[in-house]
Nanobody
C-alpha cells in the first residue's frame, strides 16, 4: 500500500505565499507522475500542476507564473510553491501520484487534502 500525507496549507492574505508538500510512503518502485489538484466549493476538482519523472511539467493557465511544482524523487515528495496568491486560489488542494509499486503494479493515489484560504 502507498500513503500520501500532505502539509502546508493555511490562511494567507492576498499577495502572500505558501508552500505545500506531499510525501509518499510504502512499497514504491517509482513515481511516474506527481500532481496537485484543487477543488473550491461548488466547483469541480481541477488540475493545478503536474510533474513527470521525465521532466515534463504542466500548469493551469490561472496559476502560470505564480505557482511552481517540483519533486524530490529520493524522498518521494512533491512540492507546490505558491506566490502572489489571490482569493480565487482558495480551495482544498489535493496531491495525486501515479505510483509503480513493489511488486510492479501501477496505482493511483490521492492525498487527504489541505485547505488553502486567501483573504482579500
Amino acid at each position: 500500500q502507498v500513503q500520501l500525507v500532505e502539509s502546508g496549507g493555511g490562511l494567507v492574505q492576498a499577495g502572500g505565499s505558501l508552500r505545500l508538500s506531499c510525501a509518499a510512503s510504502g512499497a514504491i518502485l517509482s513515481i511516474p507522475s506527481m500532481a496537485w489538484h484543487r477543488q473550491a466549493p461548488d466547483n469541480q476538482r481541477e488540475l493545478v500542476a503536474l510533474s513527470t519523472s521525465g521532466g515534463f511539467t504542466k500548469y493551469a493557465d490561472s496559476v502560470k507564473g505564480r505557482f511552481t511544482i517540483w519533486r524530490d524523487d529520493i524522498q518521494n515528495v512533491v512540492y507546490l510553491e505558491m506566490h502572489s496568491l489571490k482569493p480565487e486560489d482558495t480551495a482544498v488542494y489535493y496531491c495525486h501520484m501515479t505510483v509503480t509499486t513493489i511488486p510492479p503494479e501501477r496505482i493511483e493515489n490521492w492525498g487527504q487534502g489541505t485547505q488553502v484560504t486567501v483573504s482579500s
